[in-house]
């Protein structure tokens, strides 16, 4: 509310302001929980939280780290955003991104400590984004995107922070996930209104009605997670398509469907409309009805990342705007600063 200049209209208005919408200017208490990994018994979540008061929209993330239920850091740079979590023996890595001088620049965090690179944003007044972070052998490989100045993404790949283009810019293109097998490094993402699978760089064959959003390789064996022809939430397993959705997904849980494979165990994140849950072995798993309050069209709840550690099943997410977990299908809220 700005200073009255007198005490006239202004001062009135103010006060019926006041006296009818407090509830505005009460500092915002949300936050999303985007990714999950689990190492020793150690739940790690990376995700933000919101800052700022209820007229103020859109209101403004700090990238944060949660560990075992409490924050372990937050970004010192608002806006700044973390879409994925990893962790190696004692090094705890959050990819992400935040803005600088107005455009959001790749970031990575090592231990709370944030890492940069000339060559991770070597393009001024471009937008960078990182979607997902593998660690293997000692090297990181980060998976996203840079927006350059005709606005269409092109689809990139940093390995100890080194860009690696996978598109040219013609179409507008993205990378969503990447998985570090052996000598071969897997992707997935879009390019144009196709879905793309790549391969140590090379694009794959790939179902033409796939738009894949997760990869995981186990034991030489190539999953992919997506959506097929219906808007149905589907796996793939070397190019072998089953479809697991009985109702197509809404359209803004279309980049939330993951695959995850444990042992003999195959897991897959995602909806069936605004149902949240996901799927172990193809037999369906409900975690929350994220259907929009009346008046609304934007779901109330969303499942953002899995993770499958000694037989227990974790979920992230968030649920009216409360950062959740869930493990084995119970909820739980993850406190804010």
């Given at each position: 509310m700005?200073?009255?200049?007198?005490i006239?209209?202004?001062?009135?208005?103010?006060m019926?302001f006041l006296g009818?919408?407090?509830s505005?200017?009460e500092?915002?208490?949300?936050a999303?929980a985007?990714s999950v990994f689990?190492q020793n018994g150690?739940v790690y979540?990376?995700?933000?939280?919101?800052?700022?008061y209820?007229?103020?929209r859109?209101p403004?993330?700090?990238a944060t780290?949660?560990?075992?239920?409490a924050?372990?850091?937050?970004?010192?740079t608002?806006p700044s955003?973390a879409d994925?979590v990893?962790v190696s023996d004692?090094?705890?890595?959050v990819a992400?991104?935040q803005?600088?001088?107005?455009?959001?620049?790749?970031a990575?965090?090592?231990n709370?400590?944030?890492?940069?690179?000339e060559e991770?944003?070597s393009?001024?007044?471009i937008?960078?984004r990182?979607y997902?972070l593998f660690?293997?052998g000692?090297?990181k490989?980060?998976a996203?995107g840079?927006?350059?100045g005709s606005q269409?993404?092109?689809?990139?790949i940093w390995?100890n922070?080194?860009?690696?283009?996978?598109t040219?810019?013609?179409s507008?293109?993205?990378?969503?996930s990447?998985?570090?097998s052996?000598e071969d490094?897997?992707?997935v993402?879009?390019?144009?209104s196709?879905?793309?699978f790549?391969?140590?760089?090379?694009?794959?064959?790939?179902d033409p009605?796939c738009?894949?959003?997760?990869v995981?390789?186990f034991?030489?064996?190539?999953?992919?997670?997506?959506?097929?022809?219906?808007?149905?939430?589907a796996?793939?397993?070397?190019n072998?398509?089953?479809v697991?959705?009985?109702e197509?997904?809404?359209?803004n849980?279309?980049?939330s469907?993951s695959?995850?494979v444990?042992?003999?165990?195959v897991?897959?994140?995602?909806n069936?409309?605004?149902?949240?849950?996901?799927?172990k072995?193809?037999?369906r798993?409900a975690l929350?009805d994220?259907?929009?309050t009346a008046?609304?069209?934007?779901?109330?709840?969303?499942a953002?990342s899995?993770?499958?550690?000694?037989?227990?099943v974790y979920?992230?997410g968030?649920?009216d705007?409360?950062a959740v977990?869930?493990k084995?299908?119970?909820m739980?809220t993850?406190?804010?600063?």
């Amino acid at each position: 509310m700005k200073t009255p200049v007198t005490i006239s209209v202004a001062f009135v208005l103010g006060m019926l302001f006041l006296g009818c919408h407090g509830s505005r200017l009460e500092p915002l208490r949300e936050a999303y929980a985007i990714s999950v990994f689990v190492q020793n018994g150690d739940v790690y979540i990376a995700g933000n939280q919101f800052f700022g008061y209820d007229f103020q929209r859109p209101p403004s993330p700090k990238a944060t780290l949660w560990k075992n239920g409490a924050i372990q850091f937050q970004s010192e740079t608002t806006p700044s955003n973390a879409d994925s979590v990893v962790v190696s023996d004692a090094d705890v890595c959050v990819a992400g991104s935040q803005s600088i001088d107005r455009h959001y620049k790749a970031a990575l965090w090592l231990n709370g400590h944030v890492l940069y690179s000339e060559e991770m944003n070597s393009y001024d007044n471009i937008s960078y984004r990182e979607y997902s972070l593998f660690l293997y052998g000692g090297d990181k490989y980060v998976a996203g995107g840079i927006y350059d100045g005709s606005q269409r993404g092109i689809a990139v790949i940093w390995k100890n922070g080194i860009a690696h283009h996978l598109t040219d810019g013609t179409s507008d293109a993205w990378v969503r996930s990447v998985f570090v097998s052996g000598e071969d490094v897997y992707c997935v993402g879009y390019e144009g209104s196709q879905g793309v699978f790549w391969k140590n760089g090379l694009k794959q064959k790939l179902d033409p009605n796939c738009l894949p959003t997760s990869v995981y390789v186990f034991d030489e064996i190539v999953y992919l997670a997506g959506i097929t022809e219906g808007n149905l939430v589907a796996l793939w397993k070397n190019n072998d398509k089953q479809v697991l959705g009985a109702e197509p997904i809404d359209v803004n849980y279309k980049n939330s469907v993951s695959v995850f494979v444990s042992g003999t165990d195959v897991y897959v994140l995602g909806n069936e409309g605004h149902k949240l849950g996901y799927w172990k072995n193809g037999k369906r798993h409900a975690l929350a009805d994220g259907s929009p309050t009346a008046g609304h069209s934007y779901p109330t709840a969303f499942a953002n990342s899995m993770f499958v550690s000694d037989n227990n099943v974790y979920v992230v997410g968030q649920n009216d705007d409360v950062a959740v977990l869930w493990k084995n299908d119970m909820m739980q809220t993850l406190p804010l600063n």
